[in-house]
Structures are given as C-alpha cells and as structure tokens.
C-alpha cells in the first residue's frame, strides 16, 4: 500500500525525465537544423558525401555535422523515435530525392519535388511531417497540425500505412479520411482528435462542411502527393475550397513523378520561395532506368485477341493492365474469366465498393494474377512484391498518365517490362513519349502467335445477355472516351474501324452512337465544327470531373520482333509460351491471319486450325475450305438477315430463337455429358474395385492409406472449380455468385459443341 505514492511518484519522475530529454534533443536537433541549413536553392546532391564513420550530430569543438551533404538517414537531425522507426522498417541509405529533399523540408522550407516513379518520394515527404509536429511537441489537444492529401484511396491508404511505419515509436494521432467508408459519422465524431490526416480531396471537403468544430487553423504542413494530379482541373474546386479553408502561414510540399511548375497552380497554393527540386531533371529518361518498355501497333478489332494471347502467354507473372473506362475493365474481365486463362483475374475500377476496393488492392499485392484496371491504380500504388509487366492495352491519356502507369513497375532497385498497344491512328503518341525522354522500343506483333479470341466472345454474348450488355457499353464507352479526348493528333474516333470493333468484342450489331453519325454522317462547315468543338470542350471537363468520379478519387516473342534494334531478351519475353502453359493445345498449330472471326464480317480470309480446339472435336469448313469459329458460321448462314438485324424487332427475335435453340442444344448437351459421366463413374468404379481387391491381398495398411486418400469418392476434384473458387474468392463473390459462374463458364470444347449444333438445328 505504502508502496503506491512511491511508483507514482517515480513515474512521475519518469515522465518528468523523458519530458526532460526530449527537451534536450529537439533544442540540440533546432540548434543543428539552423546551423548546417543549406543554401536556398542549392542542390545537396551537389555536396560531397560525409566520410564512412565520420561524426555526426554536435561534433567536439561545438559545431555540427553538415546534415545537407548526408547519404544516410543516421546523418540527419531526426528524432531519435524516427530513427529507430526507419531503423526498424530497413531504411539505412536515402535515395536521391530523399538526399536532395530532407535537408531543405527539415529547415522548413517549401518543396517542390519531382523525381521518378519508385524512386521514394514518400519518405521524403512523411519524414518531414512527423519531425515537424514533434518538434512543435504537438498533442492531440492541438487538433490537426499536418494534411497529407492524395487524388485517390488506395493510394491515400498506401501513405498512411508509410505513416504509421516512420510515427511507429511518436504519441501522434492520425487518421486515414477517404470517400466510401460507411463510418463517416464515427469519423466525424473523432476527426477534431486527429493530428495528421492522410485524406482524398473530396473526404477533406466534406469534413470541412459538415463537421461541426472542424478547423485547421493551426495546420502547419500540408502535402500535396501526386500534386500535378491534384492542381488538375478535375479537383481545382475541391482544392480551391480546401486551401482557402487553411491558414496561409504553413510549410508546403508538393511531390509528383512528373512535377508542376505552373506558377498559376502555386500561386494557388500560396508558396514561399520554394525549393525546386527535380533530381532526374537531367537523367537521359524519363522513367526508370530498369524498365524494359516497348510499344506495338495493335489495330483495335485485333486488341482483345492480342490482350488475350499476351495473358495466356505469361500465366507465371504478375500483370498490370490498363484500360481507358469502368466498363471496359469490368467487360474484358468478366469475359476472359469466362474463358479461363489459367492465371487468377481480378479487377480494380472506380465503380467498385471501397471494401472490395482495398481486398483486391492486397490480393493483387500478394498474389501472381492479372489485374485489369483504370487509371485509379495508376499513381503511386507500390504493389508489395513487384510487377512484372504494365501493359497499356488502351492508350494513356498524355505522357504524364503513360509515366506513371509504366511506373507501377520497376520500383526501387527492381526491374520491370511494359507494353503499349496503339493502334494505327494514335502512333504520334510515340513521337510524344520520345520527345519527354522515354526509352520506348518499337517492336512489331509476331502475328503467327495471336490467338484470336473474338470468335469465343461471340458465342459467349450469346449465351449471357448480361455480357452482351456489358460489351455494348464499353464499346459506346470506349468511343467516347476517344471522343472526349484533348489530344486530337493521337484520338480520332473518325479513325477508328468501329464496326470491326464491334465485332470483335463479339456483338452481333455496331451500337448506335449518335456522335459518331454526326461526325460519319456530313463534313462540318466552319461554324459548325468550331461549335461543336465548344461543346466537345465542355465535354471534355465534364467527363475530366466524371473521370475522376469514376475512379473514385472523391469528389462529392515469339509474338514480337523487334522493329528497328533486336533485343532478344523483349522478344522471348513478349507472349514466349512455356510448354507447360499450352497444355491441351496443338504445339503446332497456326492461328488465322489476323482473321476476325467477326459475325458479320463478309471477308472469307484464311483460318486455319483454331488453336483452342481440344484435338479430336469436329471441325466445319466453308466453301473455300477455311475454318469458321461457330457463331461466325451461324451468321453466316444468315448474311443475307445481317441487314434485317438492324430492325430491333428483328433482332429479339433473332436473339430469342437463337436462344431457344441454344437452351435445347444445352439440354441434349446436359443429357449425353451426364450420360458419359456416369459411365466414366461405373468404368472408375470397377477399376477402383479390382485394385483395392489387389491391395486387400497385398497390405492393409495400404487399404486405410488409400481410404483416406480417397475421402472424396476416388474421384479427382473438378478442375473448374478450383480455377473458379480461386477466382471468385478474388472477386468477393457471394457463394450464390461463386456457384453461378461455375455454371456460366463453357469450355472451348463445348462451345465447339454447341455452336455445331445450333448450326444443324438452324438448318434443319
Ligand atoms: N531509402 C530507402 N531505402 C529502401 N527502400 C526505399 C527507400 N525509400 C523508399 N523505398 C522503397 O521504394 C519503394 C518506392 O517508394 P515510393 O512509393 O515512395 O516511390 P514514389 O517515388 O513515391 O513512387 P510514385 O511516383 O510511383 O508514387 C517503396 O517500396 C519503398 O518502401
């Protein structure tokens, strides 16, 4: 009992002492950041670096050691809690925006900072942050003191865990405030606790409206991550209520792969003779020097077949692809998982719940997969274990968009591939990207190993409206995407051959869309097209606003070769087919010509074996002796409808017989494979019953073995199910969902099937 003052007192002693020394150190770190700042404007990578064990902090004649010329972390004034954070997470040496940066955003200066993607931006920033409000000694009495803000959640949510690693040993609150969480009242309720908020432009607004008592009267470091994504125009409102809500008298940095200098934008933000700091301003590339890119010329009623085939080609990597709209990526990922490649899909767009968001973001993280994404995933995401290729299967909007996208791969010290499909009418685009310093190689498609996958998607949208749906929407979307385009030498929708595009996402009809008959339809006369340019620009901000909705960023070698030098190395690598990963097809086997097996394409061009036919199903040949992909047959058997389709009353009820006769040839299908599974399952079981008498001679230990073995009736798990159980466990599918796509799926071999069947039903 007596004992009880004693340890209070001696904690309190305790704390009086810790206040004591941390006194101490952040007097003797002041001390040291005032005396050794560097020059304004200076470059400390300029500097010659401190010996290997020379003396750091308050050396013995009084003076300190110049932090400016540090390589090390040890070599800066930091806290001791901060050190022994980076210490802990394995940050010894600083990379060169880190070197350039700290030493002028530790004296509290403004930073403009650019420097090339993977190259550690976010320390240089994080670590400023934390050293300011501790040696401000600021408390959770103190409300917010730092506002890091980032354009989109993963990414917001990928900084607050590189806050959480460097303040890991500091008493500070912070708070990660992004758009779709469902507890933005419990937020609302503790954000005047917070010190650092790590938050998404539209979160910060809310708080900013709705929150009552909520101010940042006393921010003292506000953070712009992706700055020149921010200052854009889709966030110039947000951004310009939030700024006028912060006090002018703060330290701003501003980070970004590829930085703004527009003194409009930092006028904007109100900043004091910042610091201008581009460490690869001079480097020959613009991108990392370990990123392998290379671009291709894909016409676009060819880029399904070519995305497909580059998948199927590389079923051990992990891939990054991109893609213009929601709705291509959810198009294309819903119909290749029908297909089954052979390596988990996943998807990640801005139409997503923010729950799924954040598993898919992690799985992606964790797992080899592809992953089919917009331009949401496409800054500063760092994919814990590396990306092996970036593929752009849709052109980047601009230089900057292609910079960062590449730049998901390649990161720190590792290597990285990326490939980018233009089509014929956007090849200025490369002219663009060699002209801001990116390495790109151009290199054309080995054609002979294209796996066309066109035909497949017909008779897919056949039997699921809902994809058919789906097509059609991405089509309309993709178009206008091109449509609203800024960059008129690289996006002409006039350019584009729309109906073979159509097709080749396997709809059956090109979708109306009324901008592309305005622009078919007549030559515009100068009045004409300088208004419709005015609307197109109004456009263009809408869907620029609409965009950034849409991706959530919270507002309320054997196929290649290469063209010009021969890289071996690009060329194996690019769709190169490992043994294993063709099982079930035709080593051997050629593909079409580039042959669309389009539906109403009337062009007969050579196809010769269809690669995914299981060998031994039949084939049809036409007249000319050149194989059909089974809907494409069907079409042809009524060309001379094709027109008719384009009545829409004509077209439900080509749908509906078309239908009919599917769900009859689906029920005979259902008949003779249950039928054949019942006798595979009788063959089974006799041959089980002869060796298990073979084995009750021989041993019984063996029998129990073999039992136990057996748990699941001696029969061999069914390989789509665990293809789709790992897919779906991706997606966040419900059971129901999970069963539904087992169901959906077809196999190549029955679409064979089925297709020939409706043929001859059709005839009949
Ligand atoms: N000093 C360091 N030592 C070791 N690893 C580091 C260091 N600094 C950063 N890294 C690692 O490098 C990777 C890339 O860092 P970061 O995400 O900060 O890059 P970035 O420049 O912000 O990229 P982006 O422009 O794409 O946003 C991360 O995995 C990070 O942990």
């Not at 003396?55 to 540090?70: I, K, N, T």
């Not at 891939?319 to 990922?333: D, N």
């Not at 990161?411 to 990116?438: C, H, N, Q």
């Not at 960023?553 to 690598?573: I, Q, R, T």
Request: proline share 4%; aromatic share 6%.
């Amino acid at each position: 009992m007596g004992n009880k003052p004693k340890s209070k007192s001696k904690s309190k002693a305790d704390r009086k002492e810790r206040r004591s020394a941390e006194l101490d150190e952040i007097s003797l770190l002041n001390e040291w950041i005032e005396s050794q700042k560097p020059d304004s404007g200076s470059n400390p990578l300029a500097l010659k670096p401190l010996p290997d064990n020379a003396p750091v902090g308050r050396l013995h004649d009084g003076s300190f050691s110049a932090y400016s010329a540090a390589t090390k972390f040890s070599e800066l004034p930091l806290s001791k809690k901060t050190m022994d954070a980076l210490k802990k997470a394995g940050y010894v040496n600083m990379t060169e925006i880190q070197r350039a940066s700290l030493p002028h955003a530790l004296c509290g200066r403004d930073v403009l900072g650019a420097a090339k993607t993977g190259s550690g931006k976010t320390l240089a920033f994080v670590i400023p942050v934390v050293e300011k409000l501790h040696k401000e000694r600021w408390g959770p009495e103190d409300g917010v003191g730092s506002i890091i803000i980032s354009p989109t959640r993963e990414l917001a949510g990928q900084l607050f865990d590189v806050l959480k690693t460097v303040g890991k040993f500091h008493n500070f609150s912070a708070g990660l405030l992004i758009g779709g969480r469902k507890d933005v009242e419990m937020e609302k309720e503790r954000v005047n606790e917070l010190n650092i908020l790590v938050c998404t432009p539209g979160r910060l607004l809310q708080h900013m409206d709705e929150t009552p008592n909520f101010e940042c009267s006393q921010l003292q470091i506000l953070v712009l991550d992706e700055a020149d994504r921010i200052l854009d125009v889709g966030f110039k409102k947000s951004l310009n209520a939030i700024v006028s809500q912060l006090p002018k008298h703060r330290q701003t940095m501003l980070f970004s792969a590829t930085q703004t200098k527009s003194v409009q934008d930092l006028a904007r933000l109100s900043l004091k003779d910042p610091e201008y700091i581009s460490v690869h301003e001079k480097a020959e590339s613009a991108t990392p020097s370990r990123l392998q890119q290379t671009v291709m010329t894909v016409p676009l009623d060819q880029k399904l077949d070519m995305l497909w085939s580059f998948v199927k080609a590389h079923l051990n990597s992990k891939i990054l692809v991109f893609l213009s709209t929601c709705k291509q990526v959810k198009f294309v990922y819903e119909a290749f998982k029908k297909l089954r490649p052979g390596i988990p899909l996943k998807c990640l767009h801005g139409r997503m719940k923010q729950e799924r968001r954040i598993n898919i973001y992690s799985q992606f993280c964790e797992q080899r997969s592809v992953l089919f994404c917009t331009d949401v995933a496409a800054r500063g995401l760092d994919f814990n274990k590396a990306v092996d290729w970036v593929v752009q299967a849709d052109c980047p909007d601009d230089v900057a968009s292609y910079i960062h996208r590449v730049g998901r791969t390649a990161r720190y010290l590792s290597g990285g591939r990326s490939v980018l499909f233009l089509t014929p009418s956007e090849m200025k685009m490369i002219d663009k990207l060699k002209a801001a310093k990116v390495p790109i190689q151009v290199i054309k498609p080995n054609m002979k190993r294209l796996q066309p996958v066109s035909g497949l998607l017909s008779s897919l949208l056949v039997k699921h409206s809902e994809l058919q749906e789906l097509a059609a929407k991405a089509f309309i979307r993709y178009m206008r995407c091109i449509h609203i385009q800024k960059d008129k030498d690289v996006f002409e929708v006039k350019e584009l051959p729309i109906d073979k595009f159509a097709a080749s996402m396997g709809l059956p009809l090109t979708p109306n869309i009324r901008f592309v008959k305005k622009l078919k339809g007549k030559q515009l006369s100068v009045g004409e097209s300088s208004v419709l340019e005015l609307k197109a620009s109004i456009k263009r901000q809408k869907a620029e606003t609409n965009k950034l909705r849409e991706e959530n960023l919270d507002l309320p070698a054997e196929l290649l070769s290469l063209n010009d030098s021969e890289d071996e190395d690009v060329e194996k690598d690019l769709l190169l087919s490992k043994q294993t990963e063709t099982e079930g097809i035709e080593k051997s086997a050629e593909f079409g010509d580039a042959v669309l097996p389009t539906r109403i394409s009337k062009k007969k061009k050579k196809l010769k074996i269809n690669i995914h036919r299981p060998v031994g199903t039949r084939v049809v040949f036409d007249e000319q002796g050149n194989t059909l992909p089974p809907l494409a047959r069907v079409a042809g058997a009524n060309n001379d409808d094709d027109l008719s389709l384009l009545d829409k009353d004509k077209r439900d009820e080509y749908y509906k017989k078309m239908r009919e006769e599917l769900m009859k040839v689906d029920k005979v299908d259902k008949v003779l494979d249950r039928q054949r599974r019942r006798d595979k399952r009788i063959k089974e079981k006799v041959k089980r019953k002869r060796g298990l008498g073979d084995e009750e001679e021989g041993s019984d230990e063996d029998l129990s073995g073999s039992g136990a073995d057996e748990g699941t009736n001696g029969r061999k798990p069914k390989r789509s199910k665990i293809y789709f159980n790992s897919d779906s466990d991706d997606d966040g599918e419900t059971r129901g969902e999970k069963e539904s796509a087992i169901d959906d799926s077809i196999s190549l071999a029955e679409q064979e099937a089925l297709a020939l069947k409706l043929l001859d039903a059709m005839h009949q």
